[in-house]
């Protein structure tokens, strides 16, 4: 693996392996609490517009985002296919507990350090610091998602000031 992909986060290991629309993207597998059918999250007034609402996951109202609208794809209707990847995202003074809409869940794989290449350089400033590697496979590319930098402070902070909501009760 170059330097370039070390220094962006990617390393070798198994990841969820997701898609929007025709791409396909890849999440660490040890970021994955739980993959959940689809359920429709209770809305949050005043969210931003990829913030969907909360999702009830055992008795935690987790906040759930729509991966397409936050990196600019058009939203979709959901489908029997789509899921809520609920993630457990390490930031720097906390964990963030988020779900994240999915189109499609396929498998666990395993990336090798030889297989993970940087981020691609297409000459001229694009937002590509969520991108910590990509994988060549026979049937296109992986993006491996680097989920703290995907979301920025900005974001983190709204996030995490949704209250945990006891739905157990």
Known sequence: MSETAKGQGASEGQYVTFGLGDELFAA???LVREILTYQVP?????????????????????PTADLRIRLGMAPTEPTLNT??????IPLEDRVL???LVADRVFEVAVFSADQIEP????????????ISGV????????VLIDLPRLL???DTVSLASFPDVDRAA
């Open 28 to 30: 660490p597998v040890g």
């Open 42 to 62: 209770s809305r949050i007034p005043n969210s931003p517009d990829y913030l969907l609402g909360l999702t009830d996951v055992r008795g935690q109202g987790v």
């Open 119 to 130: 981020s691609p350089d297409i000459g001229i400033k694009w937002r590509s610091d969520y």
């Open 83 to 88: 899921r809520i990847l609920v993630l457990d």
């Open 135 to 142: 994988v060549r496979r026979e049937d296109g590319f992986v």
């Open 97 to 99: 507990s988020l779900g």
């Open 152 to 154: 920025s402070s900005t």
